[in-house]
């Protein structure tokens, strides 16, 4: 069970910083849940503390863990399935998993494809969710604004 102050992650919303534990009634059932404030577009965000939402949330990586994630985003010899769905379906299954690692992926393999042939518009909206979704991560990681991030991930890509 994570506290007050921690720092975690929950899939297809990126990272966030639990600010009290609440308990609601929803539907006639009194549930508890996480309040997370997200640190990119100041989203707060209520998750269940158990059941399938609080079971997906994740403390965020360790300072030692960017590097890897750096590593990921710099390798160019993945290029993604020319079939569109299944593409799509498999960048999406990354993200859902919640995992930093997977999203470099995916965001990896979309910039290849972009360079090769382009995006559509629901691989550039995916694209852009998966950039938000690892640099609300770093930026709790490295303790910056997501403006530092965002400046620093720029340089790195460039």
């Keep these: 069970m ?3 102050g921690d720092r975690v992650v929950y899939p297809m919303h990126g990272a966030g910083i639990i600010e009290a ?13 996480y309040v997370l404030r997200l640190p990119i577009g100041g ?22 863990d960017v590097p890897r994630v750096f590593e990921i985003l710099g390798s160019r010899d ?3 399935c020319p079939n569109w769905n299944r593409r ?28 090769e042939k382009g995006l559509s518009t629901g691989e550039r909206k995916m694209l852009e969710s ?3 979704i690892l640099l609300s991560e770093l930026s ?19």
């Design 43 to 64: 989203v707060k965000l209520m998750v269940p503390t158990s059941g399938s939402g609080g079971t997906l949330l994740r403390e965020v990586i360790s300072q030692q």
């Design 130 to 132: 998966a950039r938000q």
């Design 78 to 80: 993945t290029c993604p």
């Design 21 to 33: 534990i609440e308990e609601k009634e929803v539907l006639g059932a009194t549930k508890t849940y």
């Design 88 to 115: 799509y379906r498999a960048n999406l299954d990354k993200i859902k998993t919640g995992s930093i690692f997977e999203v470099a992926e995916v965001i990896n393999s979309l910039i290849c494809r972009d360079k």
């Design 2 to 4: 994570f506290r007050v």
């Design 140 to 158: 709790l990681v490295e303790g910056v604004p997501p403006s530092e991030v965002q400046s620093k991930f720029q340089d790195f890509l460039a």
